[in-house]
């Protein structure tokens, strides 16, 4: 059975964990453990897609008698589960593959080998986990396996303040989610998924439960405003495990979600729909502004998956509202949309962040301003890192487009659903995701184009050399598949078809039957979308016009100096930058988002003083809500600090008092 | 033999627009020119400046990459195909199915997308400054024109450009404010994209405030030519998307013969012709603004777009 063997490649991840601290000096470790996680994935990658496709209907349980004595840990493998466990193996797979290839360049492996391992298992096993406990216990595992790599360079500036706020987020997710089960299994305890499914919350308690949900898996997936550890831990892991945690982790996150609030949860209130859409609208658009302002590539990268999180939620919440409405049609449009979006962006974030890294590995920078020209140096590399801009940009034939384009399918839905709150909020979603959309291009010609192209801006950028074969073949697999689901969604969107069916009941038509392998998720005078005839058209038209003009006109071609108005300067400073190119976007929308304010010094003539120039955004956000908590909690521990030097006398009425206040309130509750 | 048919007709319509596009320029121009008293250059110029470069040599920068050679191929070809696309003589042909409105706003956002990384390929200043303002004033034009198409796509029910040119032919549309809102966000966006007056400048070059001229600057010869040729075909594409969608008279339905076909493109050159003139009178008597106050112009036109939007629910809610 597909679950039995998922769960042995769990457990050979575990094992090679374990012996990987046994064996972290020796150097042919990193190679085995890279190759296991490799095979493990692999194999896990290829059993759950051969389940999902040959058994729709996919139900496989099973227990162990491990964990809680009463309880034992419960698995289970349907096709929700199913199509989380292709985004998390997948991911793991290239992950690993790059892993494999970049060893060399890792300093410290021990910190990384041990913990890369555990951290896939941990995240196979919350995704196949049946019962609340099992569920904790293994979100915790994954949480702290990817704290431990983020703390894996923890001597570099910054790190050791990441890890702390991750831990500190990461810890009240669980709470959340914690409390959020319990309310969920009642008074009884029935924590099995099942005993879970069939006690139905009251309306008050399943509000508070939305909120938990929202609260513990948003803050792991870094829905705004809980994004704020996201930019700061991603960047921080190596560069692989970067990839892992906003490709796959974030997935991980969604998929609690989903599970809670559409499986678990039962039948609920539109204004669920109305609150997720919030929360989405909102993270889409902060994410990929907060993107542009940044100049650090990994940093930049980790505020997209904000973005892309957000356009995620933006689909779940349109599935809530329709759902609600009894729409089972446009509920499954939504749904399908948020799920694609949920596999293409753990696919080119994977894929952007292995080029980054690539980048990092070979340049030792992490800051698009000091690098440019490698285009030159990292044919290869550049090359998969524009096939994942465009693609994550919504440009079709890419993958991105597709999911947006249904997420936008979804939104026009909305008129018929019955709630004017709904009403209005769609038009402003749909900005909300346009402008997400238009910035994200910006965003990524400002990242190839700074980092990639022009003239190399310093001597790293100049004398960088291309990366490893087997780490350009983990992005070249993430590049083909970018393509393949841009140019024929339709089998991914069959594929998704149980899921969607499991989680709404409902689906969209099949898609593989229809001619030409056009996507229709509604009806064809409604819409439509064909990425193979737009693929063969546009390679048709620039082939055609490229060999007619080689052909008949010219194809001379002479060398020269760059021209640039007759006026081309050899220096470098000359070049736009990252902060130039985002400037008239800063100027747009800074003073709104971010406060943003220019300070410039500029001497008087005959003063030798240098010039300066400086720009000082803030996260408002991180104002507005952090800052005042840190507060609240420094205040409070600063008075609370005196019971640390009570007389004993003292503590013994304290200890009384305490006793006595608790059974009154017991007193008075009963 | 119908099918055969068909394809040759869409196949007409991917040469039409081609061989249009240089000539909707040149006659832009001329209007222009005609307006300023002078004589100015033939309407047929774009075909002999376009057939002059391509014969010309390419001289390319010393650090240019293999991206700055592909992209001008590849932004012809996607703006080709993009203005194919839209309905200009006759709804529903064979390819139409493939895009609908949102595809062809992503597909020319493609086309921008590689014309601002050629902009920063070489590394000069001018280029930079180019792919700077445009992304800007794309990410700004590009949510007004989706929030356009959302207006639209909600009244007729679908975002298929051919079902929506139907809609609004039929007698079921009326006077409705959002179609009025909706007219002028378009033609605002419009007037952007293609680097119209007052937002650039398609004429001036050594300025520092162009934009569109900036990113090509290191293009010579054929490189230059397909650009030109897809900035032409661009204005095309938009001219033909305003008149396919708020003036679809007298386009023609796929099937319904020659006779119709040809009289339908024989009103579709007028409209063109029109809509040209129109465009040249309005860049005749305004001035180019300042780069920064683009974002007010495009901001209006996003709140025009997303007013046009929540007007149509709020009526239609009853």
Not at chain 1, 166 to 180: I, N, Q, R, W
Not at chain 1, 328 to 345: C, E, I, K, S, Y
Not at chain 2, 165 to 181: I, K
Request: charge should be positive.
């Amino acid at each position: 059975m597909a679950i039995e063997v998922l769960l042995w490649c769990i457990a050979a991840l575990l094992g090679t964990a374990v012996l990987a601290v046994a064996g972290a000096r020796q150097t042919a470790t990193s190679m085995f453990v890279y190759m296991v996680a490799l095979v493990a994935s692999t194999v896990g990658l290829g059993t759950v897609g051969w389940a999902l496709v040959t058994s729709p209907d996919l139900a496989q349980a099973l227990h162990l008698p491990i964990g809680l004595p009463w309880l034992g840990a419960h698995f289970r493998l349907d096709p929700l589960a199913a199509a989380f466990l292709i985004v998390v193996n997948l991911g793991g797979a290239t992950a690993s593959l790059y892993g494999l290839g970049d060893r060399r360049s890792e300093r410290e492996p021990g910190r990384v080998l041990p913990f890369f391992p555990a951290f896939l298992a941990g995240m196979n096993l919350v995704v196949l986990a049946d019962d609340a406990f099992t569920f904790l216990l293994t979100w915790e595992f994954m949480s702290l396996t990817s704290w431990a790599l983020v703390m894996a360079h923890h001597r570099q500036r910054g790190n050791a303040h990441a890890g702390y706020v991750y831990l500190l987020m990461a810890s009240l997710g669980t709470l959340s989610l914690l409390l959020c089960f319990g309310l969920l299994a009642g008074p009884e305890g029935g924590y099995a998924f099942d005993a879970i499914r069939n006690a139905h919350p009251s309306p008050n308690t399943a509000a508070v439960v939305l909120a938990l949900a929202l609260l513990g898996a948003g803050s792991k997936a870094g829905l705004v405003p809980l994004h704020v550890w996201l930019p700061l831990a991603h960047p921080a892991a190596p560069s692989h495990v970067s990839a892992l945690m906003s490709g796959v982790m974030t997935k991980v996150a969604v998929y609690g979600f989903v599970r809670i609030v559409f499986d678990l949860m039962g039948p609920g209130a539109w204004w669920w729909g109305a609150v997720v859409l919030l929360f989405g609208g909102a993270s889409a658009v902060l994410g990929v502004l907060h993107a542009l302002m940044e100049h650090d590539l990994k940093r930049l990268l980790a505020y997209h998956t904000v973005e892309n999180i957000g356009i995620i939620f933006i689909g779940l919440g349109l599935a809530l509202a329709f759902r609600a409405n009894d729409m089972a049609g446009p509920a499954a449009l939504a749904m399908t949309a948020a799920l694609f979006h949920v596999f293409n962006h753990s696919v080119f974030k994977s894929l952007l962040f292995l080029g980054a890294g690539a980048v990092l590995s070979r340049t030792g920078e992490r800051d698009m301003e000091r690098l440019g020209g490698l285009i030159h140096r990292m044919p290869v590399t550049a090359f998969a890192f524009l096939i994942g801009s465009a693609a994550i940009s919504a440009l079709p034939p890419f993958n991105g487009f597709v999911s947006e384009w249904l997420t936008f399918q979804a939104i026009l839905m909305t008129p018929q659903v019955p709630q004017w709150v709904l009403k209005f909020l769609a038009p402003a979603i749909g900005a909300a995701l346009a402008l997400s959309a238009a910035l994200a291009a910006s965003c990524f010609v400002k990242a190839f184009g700074i980092s990639f192209l022009g003239r190399p801006r310093t001597s790293a950028a100049q004398n960088a050399k291309e990366t490893d074969a087997l780490s350009l073949a983990a992005m070249l697999v993430l590049v083909s598949v970018c393509l393949v689901a841009g140019i024929l969604p339709g089998y991914f969107i069959d594929a998704l078809a149980p899921v969607v069916q499991s989680v709404v009941s409902g689906h969209l038509p099949v898609q593989a039957a229809l001619s030409w392998l056009t996507i229709v998720p509604i009806a064809e005078a409604r819409s439509s979308y064909n990425g193979l005839l737009l693929f063969v058209l546009i390679a048709t038209a620039a082939t055609i016009a490229s060999y007619v003009i080689h052909r008949w006109a010219s194809q001379a071609i002479r060398r020269s100096a760059s021209w640039d108005c007759g006026f081309p300067d050899a220096g470098l400073a000359t070049q736009y930058t990252a902060g130039s190119f985002a400037q008239p976007i800063r100027r747009v929308f800074g003073t709104l988002v971010f406060h943003a304010r220019e300070e410039i010094h500029m001497p008087p003539p005959g003063d030798s003083r240098p010039a300066s120039f400086h720009v000082y955004l803030r996260d408002r956000i991180w104002d507005a809500l952090y800052v005042p908590v840190d507060r609240i909690v420094g205040v409070t521990a600063t008075a609370l600090n005196k019971l640390q030097f009570l007389t004993l006398r003292g503590y013994l009425t304290l200890v009384s008092g305490a006793l006595v206040a608790l059974l009154a309130i017991l007193a008075l509750w009963q | 033999m119908a099918v055969i048919l068909d394809a040759l007709v869409q196949l007409g319509q991917l040469v039409l627009v081609l061989l249009l596009a240089p000539l909707l320029t040149g006659f832009v121009r001329k209007v222009k020119s005609r307006l300023l008293r002078r004589e100015g250059p033939q309407t047929i110029q774009p075909y002999r400046d376009l057939l002059k470069l391509l014969r010309k040599e390419v001289v390319l920068a010393e650090n240019a990459s293999w991206l700055f050679r592909v992209a001008p191929y590849l932004i012809f070809a996607t703006t080709w195909v993009a203005a194919a696309l839209v309905p200009t003589f006759a709804t529903g042909l064979v390819f139409s199915p493939a895009v609908d409105l949102i595809a062809i706003i992503a597909l020319l956002g493609s086309a921008r997308f590689m014309l601002a990384l050629a902009g920063l390929d070489v590394g000069t200043s001018f280029g930079g400054i180019g792919s700077s303002r445009e992304m800007m004033i794309s990410s700004l034009a590009e949510p007004a024109m989706l929030m356009i198409a959302f207006t639209l796509s909600l009244l007729a029910g679908s975002t298929q450009l051919s079902s929506v040119a139907t809609y609004m032919q039929s007698t079921a549309v009326g006077l409705r404010v959002s179609l009025a809102l909706s007219l002028v966000g378009l033609i605002m966006v419009a007037i952007a994209e293609n680097a119209r007056i007052p937002i650039d400048n398609p004429a001036t070059h050594l300025e520092l405030t162009m934009v569109h001229e900036a990113m090509i600057l290191e293009y010579s010869g054929r490189h230059l030519a397909v650009i030109e040729a897809a900035a032409s075909l661009k204005l095309l594409l938009y001219l033909s998307l305003i008149l396919c969608l708020f003036a679809p008279w007298g386009v023609a339905i796929a099937g319904e013969g020659f006779a119709s076909y040809a009289l339908a493109l024989l009103i579709y050159v007028v409209k063109l012709a029109i809509g040209g003139f129109l465009l040249a009178v309005f860049e005749t008597a305004v001035a180019k603004m300042r780069v920064f106050r683009v974002s007010d112009f495009l901001g209006v036109s996003l709140m025009l777009g997303l007013l046009a939007a929540l007007l149509l629910f709020v009526s239609r809610g009853v």
